[in-house]
């Protein structure tokens, strides 16, 4: 048995500090059964991937019944799987071979709202009197009809949707089916945490909360403030959204979440080892509020803040002004950070539309993403550097892009299915004639078998780089020290314990000549990058990164 396997049999509560956890797509990862679309089953069959990729966790996207109006994101029964996706024993296959692969699985709990096929809000929009009748945001019109506030949706619109029946507006913060529940309600609460107990006890090792700050609503529903045009950043929703037109305090972000997140963490403590990850989605406070959410030892383990996700280009300053901001924000906080996800462009599309050498590119950032303070998301595909999707308006499946097309062409572009074969149909992710998204040429050429075995490709170097990664726990658990540096290099040090080491990384096409700090430093090898040292002064290429520990 493998130490990584020891692992998994020997509960460890504290895991989740410094795991690398890989994102699953669903859909878009393995297709078992011939239909397009990815499943559970799927999945099983390519965790050895994962395990050769050298990843402590998958983090899979939202599987659950569901309408599919938000792919998963709408959830119509919290405790089953969705036919698209297989069964609830496929799950069980999934959890006992990640298990004996040596690898944690974390689900997404959708908690914020629910689909409005939902049987508990099928009942809450029956009647003002039924016994549900208070687990959703509801509210009566002003007098002259119109919205009680002028909460906006992140889909666009208002934030409010007409119930004829009722004659009241529910809350939806995202799209009209997908009403907000009310947490302010002690028995929704109670029917979350009976769903989130149903997981544990199937044997999850950790869930990754969707939308964690958009939990409680202000009960005095009280209008939402106007955000100067300065600070309206386009990090949480698209720039032609006009939600970022406000400063969201009321809609969300309330004080009364941290009491819910208390009794979660409860839950969670009554199991052996049980991580969680909250996605926390503002503009304005989001490390502040990732650090009352991960303050002590009574809430969430680590929050997924959005700071790297942005749009803007990742630069020495904000990697810097980022750790730093999250050390003063959070000091006894631990982030989790991610480059990519399904949300958003793809990295290598977002950051590096210009850059010409796109796989050094690739491998540059992902020692970056590797070596920063906190837990790190790895997003599908991103391990073959694979750049953000073109997809035509007429293959659009995203409710968001189809709204804002074409200004925002939506979240299709990042969740084309996986690609594993160039030689195989649908480059081996389904033998279906046509997959649920096109699959684009550019990406065939990366699949994984194009790239196994290769030296030179981006996956062996992510795998080599895990590995290395491994054998230093200064990467995943020190502290981290940021050094004076040019406009384009970046420079600091990871410590724990006895071990110091120093990273240098060059984010600039050009060739660069670093200094190091002070003191006696030796060249690590096994990396998979290059570098020549002199008089304390590195040599780097363009896109180039140096490793080196403290004598």
């Known amino acids: 048995m493998s130490a ?91 959890i006992a071979e990640a298990h004996r692969l040596g690898i944690r699985v974390m689900i997404d709990l959708v908690m914020s709202h629910s689909s409005d096929q939902h049987p508990w809000f099928v009942e809450s929009r029956s009647s003002r009197v039924n016994p549900k009748a208070d687990w959703y945001v509801w509210s009566d019109p002003k007098p002259d009809g119109t919205p009680p506030n002028n909460w906006l949706s992140i889909f666009g619109g208002s934030a409010w949707a007409w119930d004829p029946t009722r004659m009241q507006y529910y809350l939806h913060n995202f799209l009209t089916s997908q009403p907000d529940m009310n947490l302010h309600n002690p028995e929704v609460q109670d029917a979350l945490l009976a769903a989130t107990r149903f997981w544990l006890d199937r044997g999850v090792d950790g869930f990754r909360l969707d939308t964690i700050n958009f939990y409680f609503h202000d009960k005095e529903l ?166 953000e999707a073109d997809i035509a308006f007429e293959d659009l499946q995203d409710p968001y892009g189809i709204q804002f097309w074409p200004e925002f062409k939506g979240r299709d572009g990042c969740r084309t299915p996986m690609v594993w074969d160039d030689h195989a149909t649908q480059a081996g992710f389904s033998t279906a004639a046509k997959a649920w998204l096109p699959i684009p040429v550019e990406h065939v050429l990366r699949s994984v078998n194009t790239q196994v075995g290769k030296d030179e490709s981006v996956l062996e170097q992510y795998r080599r780089f895990l590995g290395f990664r491994r054998q230093h726990p200064a990467f995943a658990k020190g502290d981290i020290t940021f050094h004076e540096a040019g406009e384009h290099s970046l420079v600091y040090t990871r410590s724990l314990g006895n071990e110091k080491l120093v990273c240098l990384f060059n984010m600039s096409p050009e060739p660069a000549t670093m200094a190091l700090p002070e003191g006696e430093w030796l060249a690590l090898e096994g990396h998979g990058f290059t570098g020549e040292t002199k008089d304390n002064k590195v040599e780097l290429p363009a896109w180039g990164a140096y490793f080196a520990r403290h004598a």
């Open 4 to 94: 990584v396997q020891t692992s998994v049999m020997t509960p460890d509560k504290d895991w989740w500090r410094g795991a690398v956890i890989y994102q699953i797509y669903p859909r878009s990862y393995q297709d078992s059964n011939g239909d397009g679309i990815g499943d559970l089953k799927g999945i099983t069959a390519r965790l050895q991937h994962i395990a050769d990729l050298g990843a402590d966790a998958i983090w899979i996207s939202p599987f659950f019944t569901s309408p599919m109006k938000d792919f998963g994101y709408d959830v119509s029964n919290y405790v089953d799987v969705d036919p698209m996706f297989g069964s609830l024993t496929d799950f069980d296959g999934l």
């Open 222 to 387: 009280r209008d939402n403030p106007a955000l100067a045009p300065e600070r309206r950043n386009a990090s949480t929703a698209p720039a032609v959204n006009p939600y970022n037109f406000q400063e969201h305090i009321y809609d969300k972000n309330r004080p009364e979440n941290i009491a819910f997140l208390k009794r979660f963490r409860a839950l969670l403590d009554e199991y052996p080892a049980i991580a969680a990850v909250g996605e926390v989605g503002d503009s304005q406070r989001g490390l502040e509020i990732v650090g009352e959410y991960t303050s002590g030892n009574d809430k969430m383990q680590m929050c997924y803040a959005f700071e790297f996700l942005a749009p803007e280009p990742l630069t020495p300053e904000v990697v810097r002004n980022t750790q730093n901001a999250f050390a003063t924000a959070a000091p006894e906080g631990w982030a989790c950070w991610a480059f990519s996800n399904h949300d958003v462009v793809r990295h290598i599309s977002r950051w590096g539309a210009g850059v010409l050498d796109r796989e050094a590119y690739a491998k540059m950032m992902s020692a970056l993403l590797l070596t920063q303070r906190g837990s790190v998301c790895i997003y599908q595909g991103e391990e073959l550097g694979l750049t």
